[in-house]
Protein backbone atom coordinates (compact mmCIF):
# COMPACT_ATOMS: atom_id res chain seq x y z
CA UNK A 1 0.00 0.00 0.00
CA UNK A 2 1.57 3.37 -0.61
CA UNK A 3 1.43 5.51 2.22
CA UNK A 4 0.13 9.20 1.95
CA UNK A 5 2.97 12.15 2.37
CA UNK A 6 1.63 15.25 3.61
CA UNK A 7 4.13 18.12 3.76
CA UNK A 8 3.20 21.61 4.45
CA UNK A 9 5.11 24.87 4.64
CA UNK A 10 3.08 26.45 7.57
CA UNK A 11 4.80 26.56 10.41
CA UNK A 12 5.36 24.65 13.22
CA UNK A 13 2.00 24.46 15.95
CA UNK A 14 2.47 23.52 19.03
CA UNK A 15 -0.41 22.11 21.31
CA UNK A 16 -0.90 21.11 25.00
CA UNK A 17 -4.02 19.37 25.09
CA UNK A 18 -5.78 17.60 22.27
CA UNK A 19 -8.88 15.58 21.28
CA UNK A 20 -10.28 13.33 18.44
CA UNK A 21 -13.61 13.57 18.11
CA UNK A 22 -15.10 10.25 16.88
CA UNK A 23 -18.45 8.38 17.49
CA UNK A 24 -19.31 6.61 14.38
CA UNK A 25 -19.25 2.46 14.40
CA UNK A 26 -17.12 0.45 15.83
CA UNK A 27 -14.46 -0.44 12.48
CA UNK A 28 -14.47 3.53 12.22
CA UNK A 29 -12.80 3.99 15.51
CA UNK A 30 -10.12 1.14 14.68
CA UNK A 31 -9.62 2.91 11.30
CA UNK A 32 -8.90 6.03 13.71
CA UNK A 33 -6.40 4.48 15.42
CA UNK A 34 -3.45 5.47 13.22
CA UNK A 35 -4.05 9.35 13.79
CA UNK A 36 -3.73 8.37 17.57
CA UNK A 37 -0.09 6.96 17.02
CA UNK A 38 0.34 10.31 14.56
CA UNK A 39 -0.74 12.54 16.76
CA UNK A 40 1.13 11.18 19.83
CA UNK A 41 4.21 11.25 17.60
CA UNK A 42 3.99 14.07 16.32
CA UNK A 43 2.91 15.82 19.64
CA UNK A 44 4.65 13.69 22.68
CA UNK A 45 4.44 15.64 25.50
CA UNK A 46 0.54 16.70 24.54
CA UNK A 47 -2.48 15.27 26.31
CA UNK A 48 -4.06 13.02 24.31
CA UNK A 49 -8.25 12.22 24.78
CA UNK A 50 -10.37 10.59 22.69
CA UNK A 51 -14.31 11.25 22.50
CA UNK A 52 -16.04 7.83 21.83
CA UNK A 53 -19.25 5.83 22.34
CA UNK A 54 -19.01 3.20 25.32
CA UNK A 55 -19.12 0.63 23.03
CA UNK A 56 -16.50 1.81 20.85
CA UNK A 57 -14.34 2.08 24.31
CA UNK A 58 -13.13 -1.21 25.18
CA UNK A 59 -11.71 -1.32 21.43
CA UNK A 60 -8.90 1.53 22.46
CA UNK A 61 -8.65 1.49 25.93
CA UNK A 62 -4.96 -0.42 25.80
CA UNK A 63 -3.96 2.09 23.06
CA UNK A 64 -0.57 3.39 24.73
CA UNK A 65 -1.32 6.57 22.28
CA UNK A 66 -4.12 7.77 23.84
CA UNK A 67 -3.91 9.82 27.84
CA UNK A 68 -7.66 9.89 28.76
CA UNK A 69 -10.73 8.51 26.83
CA UNK A 70 -13.79 10.45 27.32
CA UNK A 71 -17.55 8.66 26.45
CA UNK A 72 -20.70 10.38 24.97
CA UNK A 73 -23.83 7.95 25.17
CA UNK A 74 -25.76 9.85 22.14
CA UNK A 75 -28.10 6.58 22.16
CA UNK A 76 -28.28 6.35 26.17
CA UNK A 77 -30.05 9.62 26.45
CA UNK A 78 -26.95 12.33 26.91
CA UNK A 79 -28.09 15.34 25.80
CA UNK A 80 -25.99 17.82 24.32
CA UNK A 81 -25.72 20.39 27.08
CA UNK A 82 -23.52 17.91 29.20
CA UNK A 83 -21.61 16.27 26.80
CA UNK A 84 -20.35 19.88 25.28
CA UNK A 85 -19.93 21.09 29.47
CA UNK A 86 -17.35 17.96 29.76
CA UNK A 87 -15.21 18.59 26.95
CA UNK A 88 -14.85 21.80 27.57
CA UNK A 89 -13.74 20.88 31.01
CA UNK A 90 -10.56 19.74 29.23
CA UNK A 91 -9.48 22.66 28.04
CA UNK A 92 -8.47 21.43 24.60
CA UNK A 93 -6.37 23.50 22.61
CA UNK A 94 -6.73 21.43 19.11
CA UNK A 95 -9.71 19.59 18.22
CA UNK A 96 -9.23 16.81 15.14
CA UNK A 97 -12.64 15.18 14.16
CA UNK A 98 -12.80 12.24 11.78
CA UNK A 99 -16.60 12.38 12.45
CA UNK A 100 -18.78 13.91 10.31
CA UNK A 101 -22.23 14.61 11.72
CA UNK A 102 -23.75 17.28 12.80
CA UNK A 103 -23.57 16.48 16.47
CA UNK A 104 -20.01 16.49 16.11
CA UNK A 105 -19.44 20.07 14.54
CA UNK A 106 -21.18 21.28 17.13
CA UNK A 107 -19.46 19.84 20.15
CA UNK A 108 -16.65 20.90 18.43
CA UNK A 109 -17.41 24.87 17.46
CA UNK A 110 -18.40 24.83 21.57
CA UNK A 111 -15.59 22.85 22.62
CA UNK A 112 -13.48 25.96 23.27
CA UNK A 113 -10.56 24.83 21.78
CA UNK A 114 -8.52 27.39 19.29
CA UNK A 115 -8.22 25.37 16.83
CA UNK A 116 -10.30 22.87 15.04
CA UNK A 117 -9.58 20.70 12.47
CA UNK A 118 -12.20 19.04 10.45
CA UNK A 119 -13.54 18.00 6.61
CA UNK A 120 -15.06 20.36 4.16
CA UNK A 121 -17.99 17.68 3.56
CA UNK A 122 -19.21 17.42 6.97
CA UNK A 123 -22.08 18.63 8.42
CA UNK A 124 -22.16 22.28 9.65
CA UNK A 125 -18.75 22.69 8.62
CA UNK A 126 -17.87 25.98 9.46
CA UNK A 127 -17.67 24.87 12.98
CA UNK A 128 -13.87 24.07 12.07
CA UNK A 129 -11.44 26.59 11.61
CA UNK A 130 -9.29 24.60 9.60
CA UNK A 131 -10.69 22.37 6.98
CA UNK A 132 -9.64 19.64 4.68
CA UNK A 133 -10.88 18.04 1.34
CA UNK A 134 -11.53 14.23 2.28
CA UNK A 135 -9.52 12.71 -0.01
CA UNK A 136 -12.00 9.87 -1.41
CA UNK A 137 -9.65 8.18 -3.68
CA UNK A 138 -7.56 6.78 -1.06
CA UNK A 139 -8.34 4.41 1.56
CA UNK A 140 -10.30 5.64 5.19
CA UNK A 141 -7.29 5.53 6.86
CA UNK A 142 -5.38 8.03 4.98
CA UNK A 143 -8.35 9.81 4.57
CA UNK A 144 -8.43 10.73 8.19
CA UNK A 145 -4.01 10.93 8.24
CA UNK A 146 -5.39 13.85 5.64
CA UNK A 147 -6.65 15.74 8.32
CA UNK A 148 -3.12 16.48 9.84
CA UNK A 149 -2.57 18.69 6.92
CA UNK A 150 -3.18 22.15 8.27
CA UNK A 151 -1.00 21.20 11.25
CA UNK A 152 1.98 22.29 9.03
CA UNK A 153 3.19 18.29 9.39
CA UNK A 154 4.36 15.05 7.97
CA UNK A 155 2.86 11.57 8.40
CA UNK A 156 4.90 8.82 8.00
CA UNK A 157 4.53 5.20 6.67
CA UNK A 158 5.14 3.93 9.97
CA UNK A 159 1.91 5.91 11.19
CA UNK A 160 -0.30 3.66 8.84
CA UNK A 161 -0.36 0.99 11.91
CA UNK A 162 -4.25 0.27 13.10
CA UNK A 163 -4.43 -0.93 16.81
CA UNK A 164 -6.60 -3.32 18.64
CA UNK A 165 -5.54 -4.44 21.94
CA UNK A 166 -6.11 -6.58 25.50
CA UNK A 167 -5.16 -7.91 28.26
CA UNK A 168 -4.29 -11.54 30.02
CA UNK A 169 -7.58 -11.37 31.28
CA UNK A 170 -9.28 -12.10 27.83
CA UNK A 171 -6.45 -13.99 26.39
CA UNK A 172 -7.44 -16.37 29.72
CA UNK A 173 -10.85 -16.12 28.62
CA UNK A 174 -10.62 -17.19 24.90
CA UNK A 175 -7.94 -20.10 25.70
CA UNK A 176 -9.75 -21.61 28.19
CA UNK A 177 -13.44 -21.41 26.15
CA UNK A 178 -10.85 -23.18 23.53
CA UNK A 179 -9.79 -25.78 26.09
CA UNK A 180 -12.91 -26.47 27.23
CA UNK A 181 -14.05 -27.05 23.52
CA UNK A 182 -11.22 -29.80 23.29
CA UNK A 183 -8.77 -27.62 21.49
CA UNK A 184 -5.67 -28.70 21.43
CA UNK A 185 -2.37 -26.14 21.38
CA UNK A 186 -1.02 -25.56 18.17
CA UNK A 187 -4.24 -26.67 15.87
CA UNK A 188 -4.81 -24.70 13.08
CA UNK A 189 -8.32 -22.65 13.56
CA UNK A 190 -10.28 -21.29 11.00
CA UNK A 191 -12.43 -18.07 12.40
CA UNK A 192 -15.79 -17.33 10.94
CA UNK A 193 -17.71 -13.74 11.77
CA UNK A 194 -20.91 -13.86 9.76
CA UNK A 195 -22.63 -11.53 11.50
CA UNK A 196 -23.10 -7.73 10.30
CA UNK A 197 -25.69 -4.97 11.65
CA UNK A 198 -27.01 -4.71 7.57
CA UNK A 199 -28.33 -7.41 6.41
CA UNK A 200 -26.99 -6.89 2.74
CA UNK A 201 -23.81 -7.21 4.16
CA UNK A 202 -23.94 -10.68 4.91
CA UNK A 203 -22.79 -13.50 3.15
CA UNK A 204 -24.90 -16.60 2.96
CA UNK A 205 -25.09 -19.15 5.50
CA UNK A 206 -24.43 -22.17 3.43
CA UNK A 207 -21.21 -20.35 1.55
CA UNK A 208 -19.69 -19.66 5.57
CA UNK A 209 -20.79 -23.66 6.27
CA UNK A 210 -19.63 -25.03 3.10
CA UNK A 211 -15.96 -23.19 2.90
CA UNK A 212 -15.74 -24.68 7.02
CA UNK A 213 -16.55 -28.08 5.92
CA UNK A 214 -14.12 -28.20 3.51
CA UNK A 215 -11.40 -26.87 5.73
CA UNK A 216 -12.17 -29.18 7.89
CA UNK A 217 -12.06 -31.77 5.71
CA UNK A 218 -7.60 -30.00 5.49
CA UNK A 219 -7.63 -30.40 9.03
CA UNK A 220 -8.56 -27.05 10.27
CA UNK A 221 -11.11 -26.71 13.61
CA UNK A 222 -13.48 -24.10 13.52
CA UNK A 223 -14.32 -21.09 15.34
CA UNK A 224 -17.68 -18.91 15.11
CA UNK A 225 -17.29 -15.17 16.06
CA UNK A 226 -19.85 -12.31 17.14
CA UNK A 227 -21.78 -10.20 19.28
CA UNK A 228 -25.33 -10.99 20.63
CA UNK A 229 -26.72 -9.17 17.66
CA UNK A 230 -25.35 -12.06 15.76
CA UNK A 231 -26.37 -14.90 17.47
CA UNK A 232 -29.02 -15.70 14.76
CA UNK A 233 -26.77 -15.23 11.56
CA UNK A 234 -23.97 -17.45 13.65
CA UNK A 235 -26.43 -20.06 15.15
CA UNK A 236 -27.30 -20.69 10.86
CA UNK A 237 -23.81 -21.12 10.31
CA UNK A 238 -23.31 -23.84 12.86
CA UNK A 239 -26.30 -25.63 12.39
CA UNK A 240 -25.59 -26.08 8.06
CA UNK A 241 -21.70 -27.06 9.44
CA UNK A 242 -23.02 -30.02 11.51
CA UNK A 243 -20.58 -31.23 14.24
CA UNK A 244 -17.23 -30.13 15.74
CA UNK A 245 -17.75 -26.25 15.82
CA UNK A 246 -17.15 -23.93 18.07
CA UNK A 247 -19.92 -21.21 17.97
CA UNK A 248 -18.39 -18.34 20.61
CA UNK A 249 -20.90 -15.50 19.35
CA UNK A 250 -22.01 -13.50 22.20
CA UNK A 251 -19.89 -15.90 25.00
CA UNK A 252 -16.87 -13.35 25.13
CA UNK A 253 -16.81 -9.31 25.87
CA UNK A 254 -16.24 -6.87 22.75
CA UNK A 255 -12.35 -6.52 24.05
CA UNK A 256 -11.94 -10.51 23.67
CA UNK A 257 -12.50 -10.25 19.84
CA UNK A 258 -8.90 -8.86 19.14
CA UNK A 259 -7.47 -12.25 21.00
CA UNK A 260 -9.83 -14.50 19.11
CA UNK A 261 -8.46 -13.17 16.05
CA UNK A 262 -4.84 -14.18 17.60
CA UNK A 263 -5.78 -17.40 17.48
CA UNK A 264 -6.92 -17.80 14.03
CA UNK A 265 -4.39 -19.26 11.39
CA UNK A 266 -7.08 -18.13 8.61
CA UNK A 267 -9.97 -15.75 8.83
CA UNK A 268 -13.26 -15.26 6.92
CA UNK A 269 -15.44 -12.02 7.39
CA UNK A 270 -18.42 -9.98 6.40
CA UNK A 271 -16.90 -6.12 5.74
CA UNK A 272 -18.02 -5.38 9.49
CA UNK A 273 -15.76 -4.32 12.20
CA UNK A 274 -13.92 -7.82 12.44
CA UNK A 275 -12.40 -7.22 9.38
CA UNK A 276 -10.71 -4.20 10.31
CA UNK A 277 -9.58 -5.68 13.90
CA UNK A 278 -8.12 -8.46 12.05
CA UNK A 279 -6.02 -6.30 9.91
CA UNK A 280 -4.65 -4.47 13.05
CA UNK A 281 -4.07 -8.04 14.43
CA UNK A 282 -2.23 -8.85 11.28
CA UNK A 283 -4.40 -12.14 10.56
CA UNK A 284 -4.71 -13.56 7.10
CA UNK A 285 -8.43 -12.24 6.12
CA UNK A 286 -10.89 -12.96 3.53
CA UNK A 287 -13.40 -10.07 3.43
CA UNK A 288 -16.51 -10.82 1.01
CA UNK A 289 -18.23 -8.10 0.27
CA UNK A 290 -21.89 -7.28 -1.03
CA UNK A 291 -23.71 -3.99 -0.80
CA UNK A 292 -20.73 -2.43 -0.19
CA UNK A 293 -17.64 -1.77 -2.82
CA UNK A 294 -13.64 -1.28 -2.22
CA UNK A 295 -13.59 1.59 -3.89
CA UNK A 296 -15.49 3.41 -0.83
CA UNK A 297 -12.19 3.10 1.10
CA UNK A 298 -13.72 0.70 4.07
CA UNK A 299 -11.53 -2.60 1.89
CA UNK A 300 -9.21 -4.33 4.44
CA UNK A 301 -5.73 -2.64 5.37
CA UNK A 302 -3.71 -5.30 5.39
CA UNK A 303 -1.44 -7.53 2.68
CA UNK A 304 -2.23 -10.52 4.14
CA UNK A 305 -6.00 -10.12 3.21
CA UNK A 306 -8.15 -10.64 0.01
CA UNK A 307 -11.13 -9.49 -0.94
CA UNK A 308 -13.83 -11.55 -2.42
CA UNK A 309 -17.12 -9.55 -4.39
CA UNK A 310 -19.02 -9.83 -8.17
CA UNK A 311 -19.10 -6.47 -9.95
CA UNK A 312 -22.99 -5.57 -10.77
CA UNK A 313 -24.39 -1.81 -11.87
CA UNK A 314 -25.84 -2.24 -9.21
CA UNK A 315 -23.24 -2.01 -6.44
CA UNK A 316 -22.77 -0.20 -4.31
CA UNK A 317 -26.13 0.37 -3.26
CA UNK A 318 -25.35 2.47 -0.17
CA UNK A 319 -22.74 3.79 1.89
CA UNK A 320 -23.32 1.35 4.40
CA UNK A 321 -25.73 -1.27 2.85
CA UNK A 322 -29.25 -2.17 4.35
CA UNK A 323 -31.61 -4.32 5.17
CA UNK A 324 -32.88 -5.56 1.61
CA UNK A 325 -31.46 -5.38 -1.66
CA UNK A 326 -33.01 -2.40 -3.76
CA UNK A 327 -33.30 -4.53 -6.57
CA UNK A 328 -35.37 -7.46 -5.21
CA UNK A 329 -32.53 -10.17 -6.14
CA UNK A 330 -29.22 -9.46 -3.59
CA UNK A 331 -27.31 -10.87 -6.94
CA UNK A 332 -24.00 -9.52 -5.00
CA UNK A 333 -23.80 -12.06 -2.14
CA UNK A 334 -25.82 -14.42 -4.47
CA UNK A 335 -23.01 -15.27 -6.55
CA UNK A 336 -20.16 -15.22 -4.42
CA UNK A 337 -19.68 -19.06 -3.92
CA UNK A 338 -17.62 -20.93 -1.70
CA UNK A 339 -14.84 -21.72 -4.11
CA UNK A 340 -14.26 -18.08 -4.58
CA UNK A 341 -13.68 -17.97 -1.07
CA UNK A 342 -11.58 -21.44 -0.98
CA UNK A 343 -9.32 -19.92 -3.53
CA UNK A 344 -9.04 -16.90 -1.61
CA UNK A 345 -7.77 -18.67 1.63
CA UNK A 346 -5.73 -20.80 -0.39
CA UNK A 347 -3.95 -18.22 -1.70
CA UNK A 348 -3.14 -16.76 1.77
CA UNK A 349 -1.92 -20.30 2.80
CA UNK A 350 0.11 -20.07 -0.31
CA UNK A 351 1.65 -17.00 1.10
CA UNK A 352 2.01 -17.56 4.64
Not at 214 to 222: A, F, S, V
Not at 258 to 269: P, R
Request: glycine share 10%; net charge negative.
Amino acid sequence: MGAIKLMYNRGYMKFNRILILQTAFLGDVVLTTPLFRAVKRLYPEAHLTLLTTPAAKPLVEEDPHLDEIITFDKKGGEGMTSIISRVREGRHDLIISPHRSHRTSIIAMLSGASVRVGYREAGFSFAYNRRVQRPMELHEVDRILALLKPLGVAVEDSDRTLYAGYTWEERELVDGLLKEAGFAPGEKILGLAPGSVWATKRWRAEGFAEVARELKNRGYRIVIIGGPDDLAAAGAVEDLIGGEVLNATGKTPLKALAAWLDSFALFVTNDSSPLHIAAARGVPTVAVFGATVKALGFYPFHERSRLVEHDLPCRPCGLHGGDDCPEGHFDCMGLVTADDVLRALQELEGAA
